[in-house]
């Protein structure tokens, strides 16, 4: 049975036949694949398209090894292409092919509706976007959000939160009943996807210091770090050698295959981007906690960082917002408003409350502010016109910040 993905389907359908190379990106096994060789595919068919018009390639396959290269990739495809009818050109994992830009180029100017996916974030370089020539635009697809996840699973609603704070949003893990499936399926995900993908890709030379590295970001989502403090670190743990340099590229690597997000500090008063500190939040909770061995879980960082993902999911631009000598946890911004949001597990404690709404003191712009929380309770309405929401309530309501 197919996981529904109404929001990538919804996206891929308004841009039909429009004269636009579509760019299906983010981590590997998130569900690229699915969402178009399966969903948007039987879209199409159900809505009149020929299926000999439907021209898939997905070059993970071994059989398609030899399309690996732009010429046979592009012979392959026109060999199918038979009359001047409307083809739609599939192709999976379009990062195997050097110098496919040309190729995508072609195959548009001879009227195909191309969509490539890929799993890697140079794909979208400012040279790679050049030779595209402006007529591309990026689908970015996460794994699994919370809704997407409950709306599958069903049942109770708080057993299958549980089960995604552990597991996360991977379209397999969902399918999968045993939590020894899960686990052993993400563990085969953080050896592979996670870090030999990355190595490989990369020539990566000190593995045991790129491990080290992401071993570090995995202890610390939703902390402040730096290349540097990194580097400080990992030196003082026996890494006499490792660079400032070097842990850059690293963190730049793991950003680069969507495995972690890299989210900036703004000054909310000078409204300018501070240079130092950023945090990392990774693509997946279950992929951490595996890599973690399933300890060190710290839910009220978890929970943030489902936050974070989702409000990408939603169109949002994210920073971290630097109020005097407070924190807010994510400035999320859109082409219409701005929020300011907290995240904490709960506020039940008046210390607790002080130290979250805090951070909004002084910031009179008028935009709404916002504490999520895990607090299962009737109260909406804070201080100042602030305003809490519980989690699973943000989670499954896509319009629940405008209407709050």
């Keep these: 049975m197919l996981i529904d993905r109404p929001l990538y389907l919804d996206k891929l359908i308004a841009q039909k036949d429009r004269d636009i190379i579509k760019v299906i990106t983010g981590i590997r096994r998130c569900g690229k694949s699915v969402l178009l060789f399966d969903l948007y595919y039987n879209w199409l068919l159900k809505n009149g398209v020929d299926a000999g018009h439907v021209i898939r390639v997905n070059l993970e396959n071994v059989e398609n090894r030899p399309l690996r290269q732009a010429e046979p990739l592009y012979a392959h495809i026109c060999t199918q292409v038979l009359d001047a009818g409307k083809y739609y050109v599939f192709i999976d994992e379009i990062q195997y092919v050097t110098d496919f830009e040309d190729l995508v180029n072609s195959l548009n100017n001879k009227g195909c509706d191309v969509y490539i996916t890929g799993s890697n974030s140079k794909m979208l370089s400012g040279d790679i976007s050049t030779a595209l020539r402006g007529r591309s635009l990026e689908i970015r697809v996460h794994t699994l959000s919370f809704a997407e996840y409950f709306a599958y699973r069903g049942g109770d609603r ?142 009220t960082h978890t929970l943030e960082n489902i936050v974070y993902l989702e409000l990408l999911r939603r169109g949002f631009m994210v920073d971290i917002g630097k109020n005097r000598d407070k924190e807010i946890d994510f400035v999320a911004t859109d082409t219409c408003d701005t929020y300011y949001i907290q995240v904490a597990y709960s506020l039940a404690s008046p210390g607790k409350t002080e130290q979250e709404l805090s951070a909004f003191y002084h910031i009179d712009d008028g935009y709404k502010k916002i504490v999520i929380t895990m607090d299962d309770d009737p109260y909406v309405h804070l201080i100042n016109g602030y305003k809490k929401i519980n989690a699973l309530e943000f989670l499954l309501d896509n319009n629940c910040l405008k209407t709050l």
């Excluded at 703004?266 to 992929?287: A, H, P």
Aim: proline share 1%.
């Design 158 to 299: 708080s057993t299958a939160w549980k089960e995604y704070l552990l597991y996360g949003g991977y379209p397999y893990v969902a399918t999968e009943s045993s939590a020894g499936g899960k686990t052993d399926y993400l563990d085969m995900l953080e050896q592979t996807v996670a870090t030999k993908d990355i190595i490989d890709r990369n020539g990566v030379r000190n593995a045991s210091v790129f491990n080290a590295v992401y071993d570090f970001l995995c202890s610390n989502i939703g902390s402040l770090v730096s290349a540097k403090k990194i580097t400080d670190t990992l030196r003082s743990s026996g890494y006499g050698n490792v660079t400032y340099d070097t842990v850059g590229n690293y963190l730049q690597h793991l950003c680069d295959a969507f495995l972690f997000y890299k989210v900036f500090r703004r000054d909310i008063k000078g409204k300018e981007y501070l240079k130092t500190l950023n945090k990392y939040y990774i693509s997946d909770v279950g992929l951490r906690n595996a890599r973690l061995n399933f300890r060190q879980i710290e839910v």
